[in-house]
């Protein structure tokens, strides 16, 4: 148990419809990172925080995700209209600094049918 | 582009044998290299984290090289045991990209007794 948790660990839902996942980092990490991983593949970033404000985002988050990190504590992401490519596993990092470890969460598995 | 390769992309030994992963990365400029375990359905777990003057570091069995002059890294798993099975995932940063993570596709290793 790396310190950061996700919910839900998986879900399952019918295409277009709206997911939200959450994220609980590590208390005093500032960073918090959101990525994609498909099978077989390795972690695409997606968007990253430090504190409350989002400073980059990916070319792969089209208009239909969203991010939020309203208090600079535990973060959303939102998938709105979801399609069959969006399922993947949602994995969050956090990290002190900008230097510091990423520490990882479990991951959110989302199938779409 | 920043890019990071991994080879071989699955690998399956024996319960007690060794075993040497490869990662070549283009990242530049280079800040640091983190070999990260990932088991089944988990968050990635960092192994190890090198950096420019770095040329080795153990982490218990495993041991990883870099060679910052020809970009290349190794995973060294001595006396390998049945928990080992995961895939392995070599991330390289980008000292002027934020913190931001550059990842291998990960080889898969399997473990059979």
């Known amino acids: ?113 | 582009k920043n890019q990071v390769e991994q080879s071989p992309q699955s690998l399956i030994i024996l319960e007690g044998k060794n075993c040497t992963l490869q990662c070549n990365y283009t990242v530049s400029p280079f800040s640091n290299l983190r070999w990260y375990k990932q088991d089944t359905g988990r968050g990635p777990v960092s192994l190890t984290i090198m950096t420019f003057s770095e040329n080795t570091k153990s982490n218990g069995r495993y041991t990883a090289t870099l060679d910052a002059d020809t970009k290349q890294s190794s995973l060294h798993i001595t006396a390998s045991q049945l928990s080992d099975s995961a895939s392995y995932i070599c991330v390289v940063s980008a000292r002027n990209a934020g913190n931001m993570l550059t990842f291998g596709g990960g080889t898969r290793l399997m473990v059979k007794p």
């Not at chain 1, 980059?56 to 069959?84: C, M, N, V, Y």
């Open chain 1, 1 to 113: 148990d790396t310190g950061v948790s996700q919910d839900p660990r998986h879900k399952i839902t019918k295409r277009g419809q709206n997911v939200t996942f959450r994220c609980d980092p590590i208390s005093e990490h500032n960073r918090l990172y959101w990525y994609r991983q498909t099978l077989g593949q390795g972690p695409e970033f997606l968007t990253y925080f430090q504190n409350e404000a989002q400073l980059e985002k990916s070319r792969l988050l089209s208009d239909r995700f969203s991010a939020e990190r309203p208090k600079g504590s535990f973060s959303t992401l939102e998938i709105q209209r979801t399609e069959q490519g969006d399922s993947a596993m949602y994995l969050c990092a956090s990290s002190l600094g900008l230097v510091g470890t990423q520490y990882f969460g479990p991951g959110t598995r989302l199938l779409v049918l």
